[in-house]
């Protein structure tokens, strides 16, 4: 593919990929779509309005007039050096751009992204466009996390998607019981991590550089709902000893029980939570990952279980060794949860155990605070913003979720939250040392 | 009229005050609809389903089965006797049921309602009918404050009503300039203020009862928005022995410069300030009254003008002689927003100073806490709740505003808020000792 | 008494009233007087300088030379007009000057003020100075309040009185159980109220004033601790109906499930309360007036009586004739909290009833909201800003407590606090419509 | 020295250390030492005790009885597993026990201790008395820290020492100017760092690891005050882009313009800052060390700077290469504040750069977040909450500061604190790519 095909391909998948957004946001109605139901979460409307100004600024530095003084203040996110923004928490005050004007702008900017295709600019603004196109998808992913928010906030616990999932129809029989937890051994020395920047990364995977990793072991699937109940039903919430101090501190002052979306039981009985999901509401499915955990649960969890959570470097090697980018439960399934991990077929004898959910299902929190890379440069230009004045009081999450769409996430893709996020598809993969 | 035919008589104006209901929220979308500005503040799909309830809990006493639990849950203000109700902070995260569904509810209740005309029943519920009507129409004046406080907080700075006010279309020519202030003197005395409940009223009217009044002097006609800039001018928001200790913290917790709505210019400049209405952003209008004022700001532009605020029982004194019950600026002018006291004819020499605005424009802080009448008794049964629980912290405001439907408050009329409260149409009018 | 007399006898009783401030003081050691307990509460230090510092300014005005810049800037409270002050909730920040220092400025201050007996610009500030001593009396009150919540606020739960109260020493037997509650009915009609300034008072007693009060009974003693108990065993905490809305908010924000300083069992238990009283910890004295009650909990428990609290107008027509004003349960007796009622000598028959503990024992809620008399001017000058600031948001209460040194309170003296306040010895006493 | 000398040796070690903590209170009045000034600082008093208690729960496992159970819950910090505690922000309430009480359990504890000279159990206990010694010293330098706040809070602004300083005196002449900034390089590879344990160090700094280093230099020394101005003057504080997300928020939410305890002009004033110290408000000495900076100050001035802190490690590998760990300002010299880097003696020509100030003088932030070494094991036992469990939300902060007792600190002392923390003697060194 020359250069003007990878060009002209690219407005193609740009344009794959908005369309790809429009579908997620069809279950729901202009109200579904203008509500914000916290600080951390968006309307599905302002996501729709926000991914498509990054494209008109990109737009603008070719000479593409402004859409609107009005949306360039709405629908920037927190660019300072672009200007001034509505602020984040108020983002749900918008009833005014109408969800009808926002998909008009939308279809505005995709005709102009469209008449790029012959255009001699296009080169020039490809690498933005790229960026465009990854952002989108991350905005994908937080439309179904954010509505997810909002739903759980309504008496009437609606379902966000009623039609089988894709992988439902696909799948035909499902074995009984997860496959049983296992651990896989690495040798320790001196690895390479980070992106080497041969094709699209996001600045803060970058740049590739050394690491030395001591020997470790790290779980050969997430850890199952049911043995998080397992955790509870031992008193993991009311033993301080188990938690990081933090951690403690948000269980009290949040009377937490179970992780969101679990509706505990009465204080005594054994029954089983309800719990909520984009399909939903329904009994908790013991051999699916548990998610939406805290870094402070995944971590006392952890502790609890005698081991600990993988480092980012331990996960990203294992991952590489793993050799599973492709496959996994990602959003395109349609499953919008975490599902069991499949039992492996029999496998030779003196086979390392294979590393099942390392890509899709629940985002993985590791140990290692959110922080440059040795020699980490922010991108030039107006998204210098992108990634890099988040690295303080965050943790790394790695391999993508059931929410994250297919092709979005690489090994070396650096996810980060603060350590009391739990509204995102988060779980929990164990490590220990050997 | 027979008591049958008042009954019939009722049932007609319950589904004219109905369908006023449905005017009023036209010019939403069901985006506007939904979103809850603030907490104090409901959005107007949650109005337009609570006020539909509590005719379902009125029809319930009769035998109408009940139309949906959900509704009962989510649709319950704050009685406590009629169970458990969502939290008045979340209305707005009630993006289902949709607009649509809730305006199918309010259609299926009037038609119930409407079939109670021959109904052998409909007197036994008549009393609970008639404070459905009335409550449904506090209601339609909420719907207004609350859709202006979220319009305001939108960038775009939308305009609910854009089609010539009924008032501007009647009223031709406009005097120039507000009517001069001036101040009628009452002789103190014992009077009898209160509703008497020879027809309806709220049970915090009654009962009628005597008071003491001393002499006093009460002004003609609203503080206007010209006079209260004069006052901000004056260093009125900077000089602290103007205001009541609570009201100088609350000015400086919120570095306050001007009223609710004000966009006030930089500080220095003279400029006039920007207003935001519900008929969009416009100059200041210095002959319109004052409104969205707290009653700290009441009461320190009062202390600055060498006044008072008056007291409800002298409101009411002067009110009985000003006999003006019936005319206003009222919600049904459609104006929306406080408009200048007309000048008043050259009155014959002698003549005593006619009380202008009175009734509509803007609500009138009086220097009363909103407590019980001597004898005060709730009403019985399920709506005990009504008015009687919010007696304590409150202020009460005397004789509607522009966004009160004609016909919805009297003389006697108490409404109340707390003394920060600045979203209502709250106006004021001075008084003195003689 | 001849003016020159008079004025001399003003310096005595002075010198005598802050020699009283100094004994209330004894049983604290410096770490005691220097703590601010939560903000409400000031440091026994600070009350030790500000009253001293009144003192000072007052001087000032006569030209005696201004002890200290620094002193005017921590010590005063929340004079604007006398310049700007140490922030409220940072006095407990004030480890310098010390204890010893700010005796050192009341000797110096007393000297000063011992020195104006034969002042010829005695009778100049003779009025300023009969506010400074009954301002002190009011901080002689604070000194034990404030201490109390800081006691309570340690863990070792200190006792700061132990000697036996003079009351204790000169009382004698005590009769067995409370006084049996009864109502005393007053007929209707017009009263004046208010104070006439024929002797000291504060500005917002006065001006005498008539007022129009229909029928009503008042209890003949105040609501016993057993009897509140009672409330509490009928799930008086439990029950939103008892409660003004703003209550019921405050027990649930609260977790309350009973009045501040009692220590309740187990829910479910039906043992016993322990007390922290100033006397350190001890068991519920049923039959002991309940004291550091809300208005919530007053106003609840009245319902729940079947009854209501009294106006203050009709609390001052009933204890102008109750005739009580000398007696009384007061500082000086010691016993710093409320004592039994004793049970009234029987009364020759159709005798009224008594009216017992309308002085001291407790302040007395009152269902009036602290607003001006009509008439009402503050004082001129320095201290204007002494009481009327405070006209808004608070309910008044009557008749001092077992806190209030003896000659301070008077039948037409209005002390006042929000309605969420629990830190004075604030209590019950019922009233009934006829 | 044999196992028997080496243990009576440590008693004498103890004893001395909590000496030097009598010392260092010895300017506080009880007053002073009963004050909390905010949740994060304690009272010296508390600090007294807490220290105390420490060698309580220690001679408690050798059988010596408890000293008070009171005590017991008063003086325990945070240790979940030896029982309840007093609330960290509640310890300001304290005013009982008295100091003098508290010091009489000093001297109770502290005969004991004694005591254990010649005890055949003393060396079952001897590495929780070494634990016990460091934790004293800990405590040495925030009852510095702490009241320096306390002392900022008053508007008195005391001086805490006002002798010269050791240094003072020891010093002689001081050059002028700072030394020239100047950066060392060193090159990439693999290293080791972290404690070995072959004496004592806390369990976060083992086990000792591998890790591998890119080629880096570091500056020669700290930041000074001075060049933290220019900082300022080139509106440091008003640029977002040279701030992280968190800081940029933290500089609004705060309205910082300057560093704690710097008393910043007017805005648009060139006057140099008032600095208030231990030994009370002064100029700005522009030659001495920024200190209390934020992590978020820290990061931004080094952006600003065109560099970047170092990570730990880094900080690590050139101090081993410095070798300094013995000199330096420490607490023990008594300036209480950075003092100005020597001029380093002119070297020989090809000679590296010397790294001045990298232990003493102020706390250096790394860029590296606060999380368990590989292979990390907590403390088995009482104090396995030691560490461990505030590994979590924090940044590491290396070298010790003017606070710190001499001889606590090492090179792998790893010291934290939030990144908002700003009331320790935290400064800056900056770091580059190579």
Redesign the interface.
């Known amino acids: 593919m020359n250069r003007h095909e990878a060009a002209a391909s690219l407005v193609s998948e740009v344009l794959a990929t908005r369309r790809k957004t429009i579908r997620l946001t069809e279950p729901l ?7 914000q ?1 916290m600080p951390d979460a968006s309307p599905a ?1 302002w996501h729709l309005g926000h991914t498509t100004w990054l494209f008109d600024r990109v737009l603008q530095t070719i000479g593409v007039p402004q859409t609107s003084k ?1 949306y360039e ?2 629908f920037n996110s ?1 660019y ?2 672009l200007g001034k923004f ?1 602020p984040r928490p ?1 983002r ?8 009808d004007e926002v998909l008009a702008y939308r279809r505005a900017i995709d005709a102009r992204l469209a008449d790029l295709e012959g255009s001699p600019r296009l080169a020039e603004i490809a690498p933005a466009l790229e960026l465009g196109m990854h952002h989108e998808q991350q905005h994908q992913e937080l439309i179904l996390t954010d509505i997810k928010t ?1 739903f759980a ?4 616990l ?1 379902a966000y998607a009623t039609h089988p999932a894709v992988g439902e129809v696909n799948r035909g029989g499902r074995s009984v019981g997860p496959q049983p937890l296992a651990f896989r051994a690495f040798d320790g020395g ?1 690895f390479e991590i980070g992106h080497g920047n041969q094709s699209f990364c996001y600045d803060n995977e970058a740049p590739r ?6 020997p470790f072991s790290i779980a050969t699937r997430l850890v199952t709902a049911g043995e998080y109940l397992a955790f509870i039903h031992d008193g993991g919430y009311e033993r ?2 188990l ?6 501190a948000w269980v009290n002052a949040n009377a937490k029980r179970g992780p969101l979306y679990w509706a505990m039981p009465e204080r005594g009985s054994r029954e089983p939570p309800r719990v909520f999901t984009l399909r939903g509401e329904r009994d908790l499915d013991e051999d699916s990952p548990v998610c939406h955990v805290t ?2 649960e995944a ?1 006392a969890y952890a502790r609890w279980a005698g081991a ?1 959570l993988p480092t980012e470097a331990e996960w990203e090697v294992a991952a590489t060794a793993a050799n599973t980018e492709a496959s996994g439960n990602f959003a395109d399934e349609e499953h919008f949860h975490p599902i069991p991990a499949q039992r492996s077929s029999p496998s030779s004898s003196g086979a390392l155990p294979e590393l099942a959910q390392m890509m899709g299902d629940a985002w993985e929190w590791t ?3 959110y ?2 890379y ?2 980490f440069r922010t991108v030039e230009g107006a998204f ?2 992108y990634n890099g ?5 965050q ?1 790394v999450l790695r391999g993508g979720s059931c929410a994250t769409p297919r092709g979005h996430v690489r090994i070396t893709y650096r996810n980060y939250f603060p ?1 009391n996020a739990e509204w995102q598809f988060s779980g929990i993969r164990l490590a220990k ?1 050997p």
């Not at 906030?153 to 009437?156: E, R």
């Not at 004045?389 to 009081?393: I, N, R, T, Y």
């Open positions: 109605s202009a109200e579904d779509a203008v509500v139901s409307k009005h203040y709405i927190y300072n050096a509505h108020r749900g005050m918008l009833t005014r751009p109408s969800l909002l906030a309504n008496p009437l609606p001196l550089h050394k690491v030395y990793i001591a301080p000893l938690w990081l101090s933090d951690g403690w870094y402070y971590d600990r140990q290692s605070a922080l440059p040795p020699g210098a913003e004045k988040f690295m303080v009081g943790m350590p040392d």
